[in-house]
């Protein structure tokens, strides 16, 4: 066998043993993906409140996670209505952040957004935000003294399920329960389209 010929071979089956591994890696995806934060947050959509994730002496399944901040996130799923989220403010700093499945993250706040000391954010479908103009408008017709307007930050959704993070920091270890409190506190509730008219 001349040189050249050991070269074709090995090349040769360098190719093959790469579209292999190629072919393996890509059918092994699903397997390894099933456990991405939507899906171990999937459970969390029927509790009222956040579900802590991570925080100061907590374990936790989040990469390279600061140990600094607590995180407690709560899945929702917009076929059942509207998604309310709603955390108090009394941390030193806390931010809410919205995620989907296929587009990552979408939205992202901080407690300097609060009114009054609450974060409160609503998140729905174009649809659903459809149905709450109409009701707003019909309501501005019908009443003769306007209602004062819900404060909450209204946010449309790309897809229908997703999850809300929220993170609070414990700039001392002394703060660390407040901040695991404050990030367990956080309520996640579905907001019927009546209620968000005013």
């Not at 409140?49 to 600061?66: M, S, V």
Request: net charge negative; hydrophobic share 50%; aromatic share 6%.
């Amino acid at each position: 066998m001349n040189p050249f010929s050991r070269f074709a071979f090995a090349t040769l089956c360098g190719l093959v043993l790469a579209i292999i591994t190629h072919l393996a890696t890509i059918l092994m995806i699903p397997l390894f993906s099933e456990r991405h934060a939507a899906a171990r947050l999937a459970e969390s959509a029927r509790l009222e409140n956040a579900k802590l994730i991570a925080g100061p002496g907590h374990e936790t399944w989040l990469p390279r996670h600061d140990p600094a901040i607590a995180v407690a996130a709560c899945a929702y799923d917009l076929a059942e209505g509207p998604f309310r989220f709603t955390a108090g403010t009394n941390a030193p700093f806390q931010s809410v952040s919205l995620h989907s499945r296929g587009a990552g993250a979408f939205f992202a706040v901080t407690d300097r957004a609060a009114i009054n000391s609450e974060l409160d954010i609503v998140v729905m479908t174009p649809e659903q935000r459809n149905q709450v103009i109409a009701l707003r408008a019909l309501q501005t017709e019908t009443d003769a003294e306007p209602k004062e307007q819900d404060p909450a930050i209204e946010v449309i959704a790309p897809e229908s399920r997703g999850f809300a993070v929220i993170r609070v920091l414990a700039p001392r270890p002394s703060l660390a329960g407040r901040a695991l409190a404050a990030a367990r506190q956080a309520s996640c509730t579905i907001a019927p389209i009546e209620d968000l008219e005013s």
